[in-house]
């Protein structure tokens, strides 16, 4: 028998087999993800912070001593701030 089937109040037939467990629950446990987006955002902070900021800073005090008064530690002001940036970078990467 071989009807038309495009009148509106035609259906089509429901192929799922509902019967089976793997049809009512997954093969696996299903978890929610953890997001790191925090962690992403503080990480990109502080490293550029440490490569943006200090480090340059750094090579710029040491670049422009001669511009300084002779008595400014300028030696002790680009230790400090490239052992800063050091510190920050072990932070970053821990």
Avoid: Q
């Amino acid at each position: 028998d071989f009807t038309d089937n495009s009148s509106s109040d035609s259906t089509l037939p429901d192929f799922t087999d509902n019967s089976s467990p793997d049809s009512t629950r997954p093969p696996f446990k299903v978890t929610e993800s953890v997001s790191y987006r925090g962690r992403w955002k503080v990480h990109g902070i502080l490293a550029f912070t440490a490569w943006g900021v200090l480090v340059p800073t750094a090579i710029s005090v040491s670049l422009l001593r001669n511009l300084y008064p002779s008595n400014f530690p300028w030696l002790r002001v680009h230790f400090a701030l490239n052992g800063l940036a050091c510190i920050i970078m072990i932070v970053v990467f821990a």
